[in-house]
């Protein structure tokens, strides 16, 4: 079995005088990170007792060569989404057992209130501090399973812990690899938070795996990242649908001819953002699909191999099927529940035995996402199967009117569920965002769907917003939308 920090030993052998860091106006080579992961590795191993260790960092060099070392030192690295709520964070630093947690001066006051949670037996260290890894850069590896415990946001509740092993993310990572054909002549741009299953795969393991370059990004500015990408010749990235809607909008003259691979994910990418962003730029964004249960890449459009309004295909060594409520395959075109099967599915909630034993079915991971599979075997997401509207007997997919209303000139993001109603069990509702200098009522909307859509989808209700709920990683929270069956005016 290959370990993370085997494989990223064989990138730095390869690679160990190119550079594989860049941070602001700092270059780390491939072999400078190397030995700093050496030396925090051994800190790590010296003063962290237990096996388990969390990291409170923000994005930085730093925490890429944190995350490493803990690989290296032998322990389970926990990563910590800095937006949570305080509770949050104390749950799973309990739910973790975690014994370990390694931190800046940034996050100070958090960790005033998180280091009671540790007790005697427990360490805090400070990765900003001057000697926090001035030590020899030798340490003998030590190897434990599994790689990661990464807590989901609680969309559904309290955060659960997704185990993944080294070889479901080194699974991923290569299958990656494969599917996009990424070498070292490639350069990413890290835009997302490492905390994030979709950046530590898609911008952490993948890049270093295969010697390449990371230039980091501190925080989300359109006119700065499009000026990176035009000063480091970035040829890859990974980002979120409303990041690229922000910079198809954004204003300057930016050289983006060096990109080849904008990748999409983390939730369904609008047709209209897609064609806005390969307008502005000339280039096209290819849509993804994963889960943070799956590595988390399972489908990826590639060049070559693009179909716009799908997630592209099942990457090699994926499985991928289609199944009705009795766990069998449906017919080619038939919308199921999308399954996965592969060396990338997690081995379970971390204590949680009935939650994995109702998500994993003989090795199929259930997605809880709705779709279907054409005859060329791109996958389309129809939505949440939780989000599945039934309106007098019809089934009515939010995303189909998501994508409709989308269109509409005036519509900046829009999120569709149901309510009730008397008459027909349930029916849509919608919720917009209007364009920011830009007038629109329910009528205009109503009109726009029924020019669009079957009768029966036209949402009964419209409501304006100024925005719409999110969990720290930009996704729409649809569960804390108010369900009145009302329209509104915002």
């Not at 990765?127 to 969309?155: C, I, K, M, Q, W």
């Not at 990748?263 to 993804?288: C, H, Q, T, Y």
């Not at 799956?294 to 990457?315: D, E, F, S």
Request: net charge negative; aromatic share 8%; glycine share 8%.
């Amino acid at each position: 079995m290959a370990y993370l920090s085997e494989l990223f030993e064989e990138a730095v052998e390869a690679h160990r005088s190119s550079i594989a860091v860049i941070e602001e106006d700092r270059r780390y080579a491939f072999g400078e990170l190397s030995d700093e992961v050496n030396r925090i590795a051994a800190v790590i191993r010296e003063k962290v007792k237990g096996d388990t260790v969390g990291i409170l960092l923000l994005n930085s060099q730093k925490y890429v060569a944190v995350l490493l070392a803990v690989w290296k030192a032998g322990k389970t690295a926990v990563p910590l989404n800095y937006l949570l709520q305080p509770a949050d964070i104390g749950f799973i630093i309990k739910d973790s057992g975690m014994s370990g947690l390694i931190s800046s001066q940034f996050f100070a006051q958090s960790l005033a209130a998180l280091k009671p949670l540790f007790g005697d037996k427990g360490v805090i260290l400070m990765a900003d501090e001057p000697d926090f890894a001035a030590g020899p850069a030798t340490v003998d590896s030590a190897y434990r399973d599994p790689a990661l415990y990464l807590y989901t946001s609680g969309t559904t509740g309290r955060p659960k812990g997704v185990v993944l092993s080294h070889e479901n993310l080194a699974h991923n990572a290569q299958s990656c690899q494969r599917a996009g054909e990424f070498d070292s002549r490639d350069s990413f741009l890290c835009l997302l938070p490492f905390f994030h299953t979709y950046a530590i795969t898609g911008t952490i393991l993948l890049p270093l795996l295969n010697g390449c370059k990371m230039v980091l990004v501190d925080r989300f500015q359109p006119a700065k990242v499009l000026g990176l990408i035009q000063e480091h010749s970035i040829s890859v990235f990974l980002a979120i649908p409303s990041m690229y809607r922000v910079m198809a909008a954004s204003e300057g003259d930016f050289n983006v001819s060096s990109v080849r691979f904008p990748i999409s994910g983390g939730e369904p990418l609008p047709v209209a953002v897609a064609e806005a962003f390969e307008k502005r730029f000339g280039v096209p964004i290819f849509e993804g699909y994963g889960q943070t249960e799956a590595a988390p890449v399972v489908t990826l459009n590639v060049p070559g191999a693009r179909k716009v309004g799908t997630i592209g295909r099942a990457l090699p060594g994926v499985e991928v099927a289609i199944w009705n409520e009795q766990k069998e395959p449906v017919a080619l075109g038939e919308v199921g529940e999308i399954m996965v099967r592969g060396a990338n599915v997690m081995q379970g909630y971390h204590r949680l035995p009935e939650e994995t034993s109702k998500t994993i079915t003989n090795g199929w991971l259930h997605t809880g996402d709705l779709g279907r599979m054409d005859s060329d075997s791109f996958v389309s997401i129809t939505g949440r199967k939780k989000d599945l509207i039934i309106s007098a007997g019809e089934n009515i997919y939010p995303r189909e009117i998501e994508e409709v209303l989308a269109v509409h000139p005036k519509v900046k993001e829009v999120a569709v569920i149901g309510v009730k109603d008397e008459v027909r069990g349930e029916v849509p509702k919608a919720f917009v965002i209007v364009r920011e200098g830009m007038t629109l009522d329910d009528k205009e909307l109503r009109t726009f769907c029924r020019e669009n859509l079957a009768s029966y989808k036209v949402p009964k209700y419209f409501e304006l917003v100024a925005d719409l709920p999110r969990t720290p990683t930009g996704k729409v929270l649809k569960r804390l939308l108010p369900t009145e069956a009302r329209s509104a005016a915002g």
